[in-house]
């Protein structure tokens, strides 16, 4: 059996997806930019895709949604072309973000620092997630924007955007959030939230990989990354994607649509699925399950280093991760939970699991067996469980990181 | 009848990419940076696909090729970062291109003019092609970076790339091309010829629009336009697209086995066409074809607005260009031919004809037909054309902008 259970990493293309791409791959394949019916053919479906990702986020009509390659690319443009605009090209010099970012954030801001820009990372409190008043803190009369991810990658933890949104409208201080784990997660509303900009990303929501977008309030100003032709009204050129932007539109809709039902359905999975793992001993899952996205574990299993946890799943056909794939490629410690307070050897022993909409029953009832066999066999093994007296009845709970264990 | 005649703008993927693309949309999903087995699985066909690009231009083990969004990004990336680790953290100031540029690289220079940098656009000859003495002539002890494409959008001319790359080698300063109109044309070759960065494009070749790829001699540093997670080894972050490296691995593939056959055959029938197109009266081709990628022609109709002629000739289900698509939703005159000096009517006559491996002889022929039909039509009740007194036997000829016509 083969379960996938990492749809925080990537997701499984939707079949209702790739039917709709697949026409204008060679059958209606013109340039949407061409006079000729080649090109003028590919608009109406265009179009009808630009209107989901509209109404997916309810984006008004004085709005703008540009389709960049990924959220990577969405989350680049905004830090630097704020940089371009408003520090180099102006009288501010700060950023403000967090410690828990996706790497796309953090690495640009890195960069932006190199240039000599000031920033600001804030840190979380005990559940992941940072509070508005610590953002309020931050905000001088330099800080040209404040960037905090909508949902975490890791932990599902929600933050509390509403709030910091309001804190950087009233400052003036422009704020992005990477809404890339919340879109098609929870309901996104940026009528109802103030945002200036908002990154999103396909593939996180059964689209493809490949396609982002940029959400840009009152289609306010904001240098291109990418300049040349006059694509997308100048904002981001590069020939259209069409395929993915008509991928993205319909993942978007078929995400979106009865999004409080379909919550509820992954919620329930979830939910068994962390009560049943939670009655292994001293383990615990980072954040309360309320203000998470509904399809998001982070579990630590003391003993257990978090890679010889999923190799051994993945000996049985089951896909987690152990935190960002983004990172994955060093095995390096949760950042998440460092960030949290966690030492070095605990961070090593996050799992995180995420499910779809696509994750059945049958699938939940095969991870908890296999998940609790593998903790058995691992802990057998450990040095560094033998070494700790199993807390009598365990340390299980849905809790934020317990101070004897940091 | 439905004939498209304008591949220079993008192309129909080819069915062998489709069907080599489609299982990685919902069968082979995961994220190549996940360590599980939905992850590792997709590893071989990138590797695949990446030794298939590596061949296609003929790159060594000691390259590095990073895969992109399109050229667009390719070019972007190439200048932008240029100017961050040449101009903004080092002694240069000086950027040399010319005025015959795709919108990418010439929007690009326009910004960092923008951003204090000087830029010399080269002039190009008669035929459209700037020469390498002209080059040799601009590159200044400042100077960081030439970027010449090679081989152009709007005329086909290819670019003494070659004799390019060795001057920039000699002085020491880096050397970029825009080779989207060359790979999958003609033969390129990066170890026979001298280029630090080049820029490709899977759509111009019968792969999908939305991907691209740099190609970096040496695997030399370049800062990451799209930084972030350590995907490509940290050189461009965002989750790799999958279906669509595939893709281009494939396109590139088809393109460029045996191309020497492949321009064989498509350069019979655009000459047979080109030929049949200049027995009208006062038209003429831009460039010597000898000189020119193997399926493009740029002809001018003395009399005949190119928008006109390209509506009447969308009546008939054939679809050609004025120029770059990348910029035609503005009825701007032809770019190349006011380089090299038309004036602006004559430069409103300009239509481009580009053929692709798929061009059948019967299209030819149709196209024949309707071209010299709607030349008839248009000149009928051209008052341009009227006013001047038709030269007798016509001006038909391959040949620079004649005189007494600019």
Redesign the interface.
């Known amino acids: 059996m ?1 379960v ?1 259970m ?1 749809n925080n ?7 209702e ?2 039917e709709a ?2 026409p204008f ?2 059958e209606v ?3 949407p ?7 003028t053919a590919t608009r109406p479906a265009l179009s009808h895709a630009i209107d989901q990702v509209y109404k997916a986020i309810n984006a008004s009509d004085n709005d703008d949604i540009v389709f ?6 969405s ?2 443009w905004v830090l630097k072309s704020v940089w ?1 605009d408003k520090i ?1 090209n102006g009288d501010k010099n700060h950023i403000v973000t967090t410690e828990v970012e ?4 953090l ?2 801001c ?2 932006l620092e190199e ?1 000599g820009v000031k920033v600001t990372y804030l840190p979380v409190n005990s559940e992941g997630i940072v509070e508005p008043h610590t953002v309020k803190s931050f905000i001088t009369d330099k800080t040209a924007l404040v960037s905090v991810m909508w949902a975490n990658n890791e932990t599902g933890m929600i933050f509390p955007i509403k709030e910091i949104g309001e804190i950087c409208k009233s400052k003036g201080v422009l704020f992005h959030t990477d809404g890339v784990q919340a879109v098609g997660k929870i309901p996104v509303d940026v009528q109802d939230v103030h945002v200036d900009f908002m990154s999103m ?1 396909a ?1 996180k929501f059964h689209g ?4 982002g977008a940029l959400y840009i309030k009152d289609s306010q100003a904001l ?1 291109p ?7 997308m009204g100048g904002r981001r ?8 932007i008509v991928g993205m539109g319909k993942a978007a809709e078929m995400a979106t649509e009865n999004i409080e039902e379909k919550m509820k359905a992954i919620r329930a999975k979830r939910d068994r699925l962390e009560d049943a793992l939670l009655t292994l001993s001293d383990t615990f899952t980072v954040g309360q399950r309320e203000h998470r996205t509904p399809n998001t574990i982070l579990i630590s299993i003391r003993g257990v280093e978090g ?1 010889g946890m ?2 051994d ?2 000996r049985f ?5 152990t935190g ?7 095995l390096e410690a949760n950042t998440v939970m460092l960030a949290i307070g966690a030492d070095h050897e605990l961070a090593h022993t996050g799992i995180r699991i995420s499910l779809s909409r696509y994750t059945t029953d049958e699938e939940v009832d095969y991870v908890i067996n296999h998940f609790k066999e593998a903790v058995a066999r691992l802990r057998a093994i450990s040095s560094s469980y033998a070494k700790v007296k199993p807390t009598p009845g365990g340390e299980a709970g849905e809790c934020h990181i317990p101070e004897h264990l940091t």
């Open positions: 083969k996938y990492d990493a990537t997701t499984m293309v939707a079949p997806v790739v791409m697949v791959f060679s394949y013109g340039n930019n061409s006079l000729h019916k080649f090109g960049t390659s990924c959220a990577t690319e989350n680049n371009v180099l996706h790497p796309s954030v690495s640009t890195k960069f240039q990303s593939h493809p990989k490949g396609i240098t990354l990418l300049t040349g032709g006059e694509h050129s590069g020939t259209l994607n069409v395929p993915y890679e999923l190799w799943l993945n056909g089951i896909g987690a991760s960002s794939a983004c990172a994955s490629e060093h």
